[in-house]
């Protein structure tokens, strides 16, 4: 296929209503890296019961940011659910930190928790535990078979908007009304 492979990293993944896998329904997913080896993304929209500062207290690192104690922390998906991932913007200079984009980054290293809890860390950050990952070719079959719509991502929506409105926000960017999609699309 050589340089007609559509790369779609930077882009939301928009659950379709008939997404049966119960990982992914009702789903908005940010894809942090996707290429010929396969893809990896991020659940950006459903936080879990538990805040910032109790993640924090876990992993013993003091959180002195009250701003963010009360964050919540997000599944991010099904793949290494006992392990933290952190999206940001700046880029900053972590450990382990895969750059998406220029002032975009997933970071896996503790570092950046130390300095988020010091007030030193980036000015945005979401913090998941897990993430989803695709095998080679495997997200662009559920493309294919209409499981996601895809638009290039907003980072505000990630980091300015609370999780119960990125969903509907992620839709506007492609122009249309979540509540109008019925299940009837992609069945013609």
Request: aromatic content about 8%; proline content about 4%.
């Given at each position: 296929?050589?340089?007609?492979?559509v790369n779609?990293t930077h882009?939301?993944?928009?659950?379709?209503?008939?997404?049966?896998?119960p990982?992914?329904?009702?789903?908005?997913?940010?894809?942090?890296e996707?290429?010929?080896?396969?893809?990896?993304?991020?659940?950006?929209?459903k936080?879990?019961d538990?805040?910032?500062?109790?993640?924090?207290e876990?992993?013993q690192v003091?959180l002195?940011?009250?701003?963010?104690?009360?964050?919540?922390?997000?599944?991010g998906?099904?793949?290494?659910i006992?392990r933290?991932?952190?999206?940001?913007?700046?880029?900053?200079?972590?450990?382990?930190?895969?750059?998406?984009?220029?002032?975009l980054?997933?970071t896996?290293?503790?570092d950046?928790?130390?300095a988020?809890?010091?007030?030193e860390?980036p000015?945005?950050?979401l913090?998941?535990?897990?993430?989803?990952?695709?095998?080679?070719?495997?997200?662009?079959q559920?493309?294919?078979?209409?499981a996601?719509l895809?638009?290039?991502?907003?980072?505000?929506v990630?980091?300015?908007l609370p999780a119960?409105t990125?969903?509907?926000?992620?839709?506007?960017?492609?122009?249309?009304?979540?509540?109008?999609?019925?299940?009837?699309?992609?069945?013609?």
């Open positions: 296929m050589g340089e007609s492979r779609l882009h939301f993944l928009i659950a379709m209503p008939s997404m049966a896998d990982h992914f329904a009702h789903t908005l997913i940010y894809v942090c996707h290429n010929e080896k396969g893809a990896l993304g991020i659940v950006i929209n936080p879990i538990m805040t910032l500062s109790s993640l924090f876990q992993i003091p002195g940011d009250s701003d963010l104690r009360a964050a919540p922390v997000h599944y998906g099904p793949v290494q006992d933290g991932f952190v999206l940001h913007r700046p880029l900053g200079s972590w450990q382990s930190t895969l750059a998406i984009s220029d002032d980054g997933l896996t290293s503790k950046i928790l130390e988020v809890g010091h007030g860390g000015h945005d950050v913090v998941s535990l897990g993430y989803a990952g695709w095998s080679a070719d495997q997200l662009e559920e493309i294919a078979q209409n996601w895809t638009v290039e991502a907003d980072p505000d990630m980091f300015a119960e990125r969903l509907s926000a992620a839709m506007k960017l492609l122009g249309i009304d979540f509540s109008r999609l019925s299940d009837a699309v992609g069945h013609a």
